[in-house]
């Protein structure tokens, strides 16, 4: 079965701030890390009480990549990636734009987003429900659906950003100490065995122009 690793831009954008709807509907992060190879958080949305008062709220994002150049003819696909935390957060794989080296601008670089509304119905999801993030060391294997296959046979970069769902995706404002976050292994890790990688089927040679 082939298989194909993510990109070394992959990485995570990361938000602070101390309104929930600023932070999360900005567009751009306060910080990114495209050259980690483990990072905690690198998904979901957290909400801590602020020294004095208040709540600040911290939302990651983890964006990946992969070189689907020349292939058209695939028919299914699994995405698998490796958990760095013991966390287990509620999560959504969806459609991103395109980008080079990850930066903060790339914080809402995701394809239908719309500031002050639910990512259901807006973004294009790329597994068909909400997946939970296995522990600490485990992978998680994501059954890639229709419309994900189609942007692998259409496109020669197959981009992939994953949030959370709880609050992130969902656009619910999380009260202090609410937590949904998780950490995953990003390809800058030495060797592939550990990396973002996806495993599909095609139906025959492809040949994509």
């Not at 990072?39 to 004095?52: E, I, K, Y």
């Not at 395109?98 to 995701?110: E, H, M, R």
Request: no cysteine.
């Amino acid at each position: 079965m082939p298989t194909v690793f993510a990109n070394t831009s992959d990485g995570l954008v990361k938000n602070t701030g101390t309104a929930f709807s600023t932070v999360r509907d900005a567009t751009a992060g306060t910080s990114a890390n495209n050259v980690g190879s483990t990072v905690f958080p690198s998904v979901g949305v957290s909400a801590v009480s602020a020294r004095g008062g208040g709540t600040t709220f911290n939302i990651s994002r983890a964006f990946f990549e992969f070189d689907f150049t020349g292939v058209s003819n695939v028919v299914s696909a699994t995405l698998k990636i490796k958990q760095s935390s013991g966390d287990e957060p509620s999560i959504r794989l969806v459609k991103g734009g395109g980008f080079g080296t990850l930066d903060t601008s790339d914080y809402d670089n995701i394809t239908g987003f719309s500031a002050g509304n639910t990512m259901a119905g807006n973004v294009t999801d790329f597994i068909d429900a909400p997946a939970t993030l296995l522990g600490l060391n485990q992978v998680t294997s994501f059954t890639l659906n229709s419309a994900a296959i189609a942007d692998m046979n259409a496109n020669d970069k197959f981009t992939v950003v994953m949030v959370g769902n709880t609050f992130d995706y969902l656009n619910v404002t999380p009260t202090a100490g609410d937590s949904n976050i998780g950490g995953v292994t990003f390809a800058d890790t030495p060797g592939t065995s550990n990396d973002p990688q996806i495993e599909y089927t095609e139906t025959a040679a492809s040949a994509r122009s």
